[in-house]
């Protein structure tokens, strides 16, 4: 059996799903495949092509804590949660660059999930690996990855409603590609700020009610300059993100990339979760003739950017395709 997970980049909708905002992802042709072979023992073996390490968890498992290396973990999580007694073997290829920001282990945890015999509807797919990925990292992320890991149409973008947790596919303008390019540093989450920011877009609620609803008269009466600065991002990050997919169903570029370039600007000077290589990187792009927009993607703190560019510009990263949903194949 193989399973295929892609990994994800995201249009724009940053630092908002775990409020329940609004999110434009694209699930993209790099991702993350296992192939599983069963075994007689109440063992799980798993050996990587970017690790030297293996992974040999004994089931049942019960925290990430059993497992040895460190990326052992996820799969270390997915099992305790799955409650798996069946052991299997898995070889894992990947196409997705570590620490770039394209969701490299919301994809590995999905696919992992998918090998060890997960069975049932995609949100509780989605579901299951933050909660393994939480657990594995420490890190209180959103769902928007997973979301657009399992949810994805092909050939479309994904809006995402994650007060809802519905996912609606968007096609982008035609005669344009999306690329990534890797600012050469790599993100680290459990490492950063992220959590930091998150408790501040919670402390923000609990003073003035859910940022989804708020308007910036709402994010005015916030006393804190630094939680006025958060709250004044996802607010105005939110409406970004619905004026985005309509520009995309317009057919109109040139809008959707001038929301991509204000949302850098936002996360940057309002989110505090841009770095000078990002920021730089972004500048180049946007200064690249037939690049509409660029912008961070994913968290910050390093990783790549993103820019929607006319269809034949060379930009030296990942030109990237929107990809379907995670698979199992036979």
Do not use: K
């Not at 329940?20 to 042709?29: I, S």
């Not at 069975?119 to 990292?137: H, I, K, N, V």
Request: with cysteine; aromatic share 4%; net charge negative.
């Amino acid at each position: 059996m193989r399973v295929v997970a892609p990994g994800r980049v995201n249009l724009i909708g940053d630092h908002v799903d775990y409020v329940g905002g609004l999110v434009l992802p694209m699930a993209v042709d790099l991702g993350t495949t296992i192939d599983v072979t069963p075994s007689p023992d109440r063992v799980v073996e798993m050996v990587s092509d970017a690790e030297d390490e293996a992974v040999a968890l004994a089931l049942p498992v019960h925290s990430p804590d059993a497992a040895g290396p460190a990326w052992g973990r996820f799969v270390a999580a997915v099992l305790a949660e799955l409650g798996t007694t069946d052991g299997f073997r898995g070889a894992v290829t990947s196409t997705l660059p570590v620490g770039a920001g394209l969701s490299s282990s919301s994809s590995f945890t999905i696919a992992v999930a998918l090998a060890a015999g997960f069975d049932g509807p995609p949100l509780d797919l989605a579901r299951l690996a933050l909660r393994a990925e939480t657990a594995a990292t420490g890190v209180p992320g959103g769902l928007m990855d997973q979301l657009v890991i399992t949810h994805a149409v092909a050939g479309s973008a994904s809006l995402i409603d994650c007060r809802t947790d519905t996912v609606t596919p968007v096609a982008l303008p035609d005669g344009v590609a999306v690329h990534a390019v890797h600012s050469g540093v790599a993100r680290r989450l459990a490492g950063s700020e992220y959590a930091d920011r998150r408790a501040a877009c919670e402390l923000a609620e609990s003073l003035i009610g859910p940022l989804r609803d708020a308007d910036l008269d709402d994010v005015a009466r916030l006393d804190d300059p630094v939680l006025r600065a958060r709250a004044r991002h996802v607010v105005t990050e939110n409406a970004r993100v619905a004026a985005a997919a309509e520009a995309a169903a317009a057919g109109d570029p040139t809008e959707f990339g001038r929301l991509m370039d204000e949302s850098h600007a936002s996360l940057r000077d309002g989110f505090d979760v841009s770095i000078p290589e990002l920021d730089d990187l972004v500048a180049r792009l946007r200064a690249t003739p037939g690049v509409f927009g660029a912008r961070l993607t994913g968290a910050g703190f390093g990783g790549c950017a993103v820019a929607l560019a006319e269809d034949d510009v060379d930009l030296g990263g990942w030109r990237l395709a929107p990809a379907g949903a995670a698979t199992i194949l036979a």
